[in-house]
């Protein structure tokens, strides 16, 4: 217990490398840990460790083949780890998970199937609040990949508005920096600067001026 409660600590501290270590002490003690194996999976992720990651989620699949979030993390992982037909298939066998169609449409770009992850994204935006959000995000990365940079602003906008109606600043801050990034790409240098002010206004941060 002590251990376990030692691991935790670093994982939440962000002391990603002592936390890497910690859990895997952990699993050599208690191999049958599902949750040990996801978290030091976590913290690998975060040390960019990505086949790591993915082989930490497999052990944790295989103890718990029904765990929703460790099927959905090992597809995001694998995503990341550059295995995207790993990716699609964890994410379709999670149906109706919004992470789950995260990482089948993350999939899909990954292969260059633009239309199948219009689709997905599409329906992604069905799946509630954080589904719609994500479906924003990836619309919006869509028109900037396809040279849609108008259309991509107002994705951005949109999906900014709603996500502060929504009281999620964070993601609010993100779209409106890659709104930001779209202006500048334009050569609009005012609009930039005005949502790059509205992203640091979102998560409570003084500008210092100028861009």
């Given at each position: ?7 935790s ?17 952990l ?36 103890i ?7 099927r ?28 789950g ?6 999939a ?15 329906k ?6 954080r ?20 259309e ?16 999620n ?43």
């Open positions: 217990e002590r251990l376990a409660v030692r691991a600590y670093y994982m939440v501290t962000g002391d990603f490398p002592q936390c890497v270590k910690e859990y895997g002490e699993i050599a003690q208690f191999a049958a840990d599902a949750i040990a194996h996801n978290n030091r999976a976590l913290c690998q992720s975060y040390l960019r460790n990505m086949r790591e990651a993915v082989d930490g989620m497999r052990q944790a699949v295989r718990l083949p029904n765990r929703v979030m460790f959905a993390n090992l597809a995001i992982y694998s995503d990341y780890a550059g295995d995207f037909k790993t990716a699609e298939e964890e994410g379709k066998a999670l149906a109706e998970s919004d992470l169609m995260l990482a089948v449409a993350f899909q770009l990954g292969q260059g199937l633009i239309p199948e992850a219009t689709e997905t994204y599409q992604l935006g069905t799946l509630g609040e589904g719609l959000s994500w479906s924003a995000s990836g619309m919006g990365d869509l028109a900037v990949y396809q040279g849609r940079f108008s991509a602003v107002r994705i951005f906008e949109r999906g900014a508005n709603a996500d502060l109606a929504a009281k600043v964070d993601k609010a801050a993100r779209k409106l920096i890659s709104k930001a990034q779209v202006h500048l790409m334009l050569g609009q240098h005012g609009p930039a600067a005005a949502a790059a002010e509205k992203a640091l206004g979102a998560v409570g941060v003084k500008s210092a001026g100028g861009v």
